[in-house]
């Protein structure tokens, strides 16, 4: 799992933040399966070379709203999903954010659309 997640210290948006979005991904793609367990937030500290307690808020975070779950005496692991986290519904605010972007740069539908396709295939 660790390899899945990439954390960039550089970014405005905070590693607690990233942590838990990208576990939320991960979870909504099925990369990561109920039962499965997460390493602990020392390791996970260790490997982003972070602060553990940063670690600690984005696993909070994540128990709070039930993507995972903690036992006493035992890892913490992915919960099972009441209703599955949609995808699509992940990307929408960030499909907002560059529509309202592109609008104000000037950029047309149909050369937006071009610029995803371009990126797309680079990626």
């Known amino acids: 799992m660790l390899d ?13 933040k990233q942590l838990f979005d990208q576990v939320v991904r991960l979870i909504a793609a099925g990369k990561v ?10 390791k996970l500290a260790e490997h982003f070379a972070v602060n553990p307690m940063t670690v600690s808020r984005a696993v909070g975070l ?15 692991r992915v919960a099972q999903q009441d209703t599955p986290t949609s995808t699509y519904l992940l990307l929408d605010t960030d499909i ?23 990126n797309w295939e680079q990626q």
């Not at 399966?33 to 020392?42: A, F, I, N, Q, W």
């Not at 994540?62 to 036992?71: K, S």
Request: charged share 25%; glycine share 6%; net charge neutral.
């Open 96 to 118: 907002n954010t560059l529509i309202a972007d592109a609008k104000q740069l000037g950029i047309n539908k149909a050369d937006l659309i071009a610029l995803v396709e371009k």
């Open 33 to 42: 399966k109920p039962g499965d367990e997460l390493p602990s937030v020392r």
């Open 4 to 16: 899945l997640i990439h954390v960039n210290p550089n970014s405005s948006e905070p590693i607690y």
């Open 62 to 76: 994540l128990v709070d709203n039930g993507y995972l779950e903690r036992r006493r005496g035992q890892p913490t």
